[in-house]
T-cell receptor, first 115, second 114 residues
Framework: DTGVSQDPRHKITKRGQNVTFRCDPISEHNRLYWYRQTLGQGPEFLTY????????KSRLLSDRFSAERPKGSFSTLEIQRTEQGDSAMYLC?????????????FGSGTRLTVV | AQTVTQSQPEMSVQEAETVTLSCTYDTSENNYYLFWYKQPPSRQMILVIR??????QNATENRFSVNFQKAAKSFSLKISDSQLGDTAMYFC???????????FGDGTTLTVKP
């Protein structure tokens, strides 16, 4: 297993366009998380899945954001009608959280620039 | 809101010396996990060390150790024998046992000087 993979690494899009990011977690991990990070800030929670179920979504998250994790494997994060304020690094992480929590394994992130 | 606060935006240390990064948090829960993550420049974030709140013994991982003060809600990271490769942004995070997400602080940028 090569860790958590995110694709693409960079995305430049025009305001108003839709974008989709993909995350492939570590296969043994049951949880998958999406976070957003802006320069000089800590990661901000967006949503997370346990297997294929989306268990929590941030109340700060606009309806323009949607995430899926079909069959409990990879996940996609879609942003519709992008705005300049969506420019950020989008981080995916996975973890195996049953009886104990050993922390996240992060991907390298997708850097989104909305122009 | 249950927050995580890192009061030192930037720190520097000479190579081979010891440095301590501070973190305080707010929670009404009794059972939770605490983490320190490291994010080197332009590289992915990795876990440095973790602590389970029900354990009184401070966690240690090689040159990294924590000082966990549950009553004070404080969780500092000590890096001994600092190396140039320790230069990174360090994030403190907390996850309540009955919750899914972790809450992160805004980070401390650590520079190790030769």
């Amino acid at each position: 297993d090569t860790g958590v993979s995110q694709d693409p690494r960079h995305k430049i899009t025009k305001r108003g366009q839709n974008v989709t990011f993909r995350c492939d977690p570590i296969s043994e991990h049951n949880r998958l998380y999406w976070y957003r990070q802006t320069l000089g800030q800590g990661p901000e929670f967006l949503t997370y899945f346990q297997n294929e179920a989306q268990l929590e979504k941030s109340r700060l998250l606009s309806d323009r954001f949607s995430a899926e994790r079909p069959k409990g494997s990879f996940s996609t994060l879609e942003i519709q009608r992008t705005e300049q304020g969506d420019s950020a690094m989008y981080l995916c992480a996975s973890s195996q959280t049953t009886f104990r929590d050993y922390g996240y394994t992060f991907g390298s992130g997708t850097r989104l620039t909305v122009v | 809101a249950q927050t995580v606060t890192q009061s030192q935006p930037e720190m520097s240390v000479q190579e081979a010396e010891t440095v301590t990064l501070s973190c305080t948090y707010d929670t009404s829960e009794n059972n939770y996990y605490l983490f320190w993550y490291k994010q080197p420049p332009s590289r992915q974030m990795i876990l440095v060390i973790r602590q389970e709140a029900y354990k009184q013994q401070n966690a240690t991982e090689n040159r990294f150790s924590v000082n966990f003060q549950k009553a004070a809600k404080s969780f500092s990271l000590k890096i001994s024998d600092s190396q140039l490769g320790d230069t990174a942004m360090y994030f403190c995070a907390r996850r309540n046992t009955n919750a899914g997400k972790s809450t992160f602080g805004d980070g401390t940028t650590l520079t190790v000087k030769p």
